[in-house]
């Protein structure tokens, strides 16, 4: 059924592509890449993975590639098809913007974006920034969240004389997995190209894990079970066309993702096995056009239509039975004009507007529509070693049921380069931003509350970047970065109890957080004998993210004042080392995450042990005739330990896959 549904849909939808444009716990490798930090014309820290570093992690999905910068944390619900949700720097997941290929994914349900549906076979960069990104000469919405991941898919790209490309990936290993993947470039003009790109996922999502319950201190059961309705079938589509004009480019994309998936749920209660399953698919169309229309100006035109629908199915009648379908549509248009004052100084006005609205099969939901204006003052100077940006950023939401609201929030980033001859420079950054609530924060049927507030963050950042390279000796190139910030988030929307009955909820603003944390990170290439290539990368993260909502819950015992908020580790890091010798290479990949708390009471009964996982990967390129082609294996958790991201979901132990590449 999903075959054919998809299938279908995917013909219907060529024609628009035509005409519009991971892994589970461990790393690969591709052809050329560094966790790369902070290129100095960059104002503000910047992470990126790209190329051979980015295929060397041998990811399965975004998520999985992301977990290497630092700062972040990603709630990982366990398998292939669960649930993954990135967090910069505590502040939560709804404060993340995501956008792919330069347009932001939204979410207007829940404002949460699932990266596990992401591929990394047509991911040419990822980029993560915190604040927003070193670049005035953007849509509005790019200055409207508290940190953005930039997506950019690959564009074709040609060797002489070649007017095709066509690459095929397929994976193999644990899980029952099968996962083939098709890529097909053309040049249609020396001006114009066209990209297909295919994937399907199958999985059964049956691993084994550990399950070990303690009581009083002492251990009640300790066994080893199989997780099991955690399969999944998954198919994504896109097309796309790019165009070079004279002192322009243009691109259009179509999206397509349909899945259907078990959902496994949490291990509680001595239950094994839960019976929920969901249906997503998802599309959306989006273009973007760039040209300069004198020395001093030039304009920039974003737009995007977007339709997406969820089935949620628990037909276990013990709990509540429950069959819910949900769609939201999407509009957005975005104009940005960039002027030069002066060689130095630019400045930009950007002006996006948006519409959602959300149809839902629950009794008595309201169907709410939400129009956003967003308008964006931003201006970049830079002079001698110093460099400057400042935006204001003007957000108007207008909602017949909540009510209008209309929010104003500065941002300021500075860089110093104090020696010109060395590539060494300070730099800070202040931005305060906001977060509208969700829908679903709003209007779910008897847990929303129309009378939210949005939620507020500011971030305070100071840090510095070194990098160089060496003529001679063992070391051939060094770059190390280093951030301290302090962040506030206010008026922090959680889910309180209400009544008497503990087990209804309703959305209110409570919560108010403080974060203090330091980020370090450093990359370095060696010189090694036998023309042996070997980069190594470091990120280190410390973070204490105190819960300040109630000053009266301040029980020594278990009072949530002032306590680590929930999943967030004080001590997180990982360490990537990629070695190529000719037409062999070796990754060998190490995340460490420390011990937590699920709640802000960070007692003995609510803490969380330390987890981290051994990852490696060896790959052979070889060429045939006019076939280049490579051959991996990747060992993942090599020490198979079990352990979970989210309290009761489990993850996998140590899990293998083949994978096969061949490029025409």
Do not use: C
């Not at 922090?492 to 008497?500: L, R, T």
């Amino acid at each position: 059924m999903l075959l054919n549904r998809t299938f279908f849909v995917g013909v219907l939808l060529l024609p628009a592509s035509v005409f519009a444009q991971s892994k589970l716990d461990s790393i690969q490798r591709l052809g050329e890449v560094v966790v790369v930090a902070d290129r100095y014309h960059e104002v503000i820290p910047s992470q990126r993975l790209a190329g051979e570093k980015l295929e060397a992690l041998g990811s399965f999905s975004v998520a999985d590639a992301i977990r290497y910068f630092s700062g972040v944390q990603i709630k990982d619900y366990g398998g292939i098809g669960g649930l993954k949700t990135v967090d910069i720097r505590s502040m939560g997941t709804n404060h993340m913007g995501v956008f792919y290929d330069g347009i932001q994914l939204g979410n207007a349900q829940n404002g949460q974006i699932d990266l596990g549906k992401f591929s990394l076979d047509n991911i040419e960069e990822i980029s993560l920034y915190n604040g927003q990104k070193s670049e005035i000469f953007q849509s509005a919405k790019d200055f409207g969240s508290a940190g953005t991941i930039y997506l950019r898919t690959a564009r074709p790209r040609f060797e002489k004389g070649k007017r095709e490309h066509f690459k095929a990936f397929f994976r193999t290993g644990s899980f029952g997995l099968a996962n083939p993947s098709l890529l097909w470039e053309r040049k249609i003009s020396g001006t114009v190209s066209l990209s297909l790109n295919a994937e399907y996922i199958a999985s059964s999502g049956k691993y084994k894990f550990r399950y070990r319950k303690v009581l009083d201190g002492s251990v009640a059961w300790d066994t080893t079970a199989v997780r099991r309705n955690g399969d999944i079938h998954s198919l994504r589509l896109e097309g796309g066309v790019n165009g070079l004009m004279d002192e322009g480019k243009w691109h259009v994309k179509s999206y397509f993702y349909d899945s259907e998936k078990g959902i496994p749920g949490a291990i509680v209660n001595n239950v094994w096995k839960r019976s929920q399953r969901q249906w997503d698919r998802n599309f959306f169309t989006q273009g973007s056009f760039h040209k300069r229309l004198s020395n001093r100006f030039e304009l920039l035109a974003n737009g995007k239509y977007a339709n997406d629908w969820m089935r949620y199915l628990n037909p276990d009648t013990t709990l509540m039975y429950i069959d819910n379908t949900f769609r939201q549509q999407e509009i957005y248009l975005s104009l940005a004009n960039k002027y030069a004052i002066l060689p130095h100084w630019d400045v930009n006005l950007s002006t996006d507007y948006q519409w959602n609205t959300l149809d839902a099969s629950l009794q008595d939901f309201v169907h709410p529509k939400r129009s956003t204006l967003l308008v964006a003052l931003a201006t970049a100077f830079e002079w001698q070693g110093l460099k400057a940006q400042a935006s204001l950023l003007g957000t108007f939401v207008f909602e017949k049921i909540a009510g209008d609201k209309r929010e104003y929030t500065p941002a300021v980033f500075l860089s110093y380069q104090p020696f010109r001859q060395h590539n060494f420079n300070l730099r800070a950054f202040y931005k305060r931003i906001f977060r509208m609530p969700t829908f679903n924060d709003l209007y779910y049927t008897d847990i929303g509350n129309i009378a939210l507030r949005p939620e507020y963050t500011a971030q305070y950042n100071v840090g510095f970047h070194y990098g160089t390279t060496f003529r001679q000796g063992v070391i051939h190139s060094l770059d190390v970065r280093a951030d301290a910030y302090y962040n506030e988030v206010t008026d922090k929307i959680v889910a309180i109890p209400k009544g008497n009955g503990q087990y209804r909820w309703m959305m209110m603003n409570l919560g108010y957080v403080e974060i203090r944390g330091v980020d370090v990170s450093g990359q370095a290439g060696w010189r090694l004998p036998a023309h042996i290539a070997l980069h190594t990368s470091l990120n280190y993260t410390f973070q204490r993210a105190q819960d300040f909502t109630d000053p009266t819950d301040n029980d020594p015992v278990a009072g949530t004042y002032g306590g680590q908020i929930a999943y967030i580790p004080r001590h997180s890091g990982s360490a990537i080392a990629n070695a190529v010798y000719r037409s062999w290479d070796m990754n060998y990949s190490f995340i460490y995450v420390g011990e937590r708390y699920h709640n802000s009471s960070n007692i003995r009964e609510n803490y969380e042990q330390p987890w981290y996982t051994h990852d490696l990967t060896l790959g052979k390129t070889f060429v045939y005739g006019k076939i280049k082609g490579k051959l991996s294996a990747e060992v993942n958790n090599i020490l198979n330990q079990y352990y979970d991201v989210v309290l009761n979901y489990p993850m996998p132990g140590r899990n293998y896959k083949l994978i096969l590449k061949i490029e025409l």
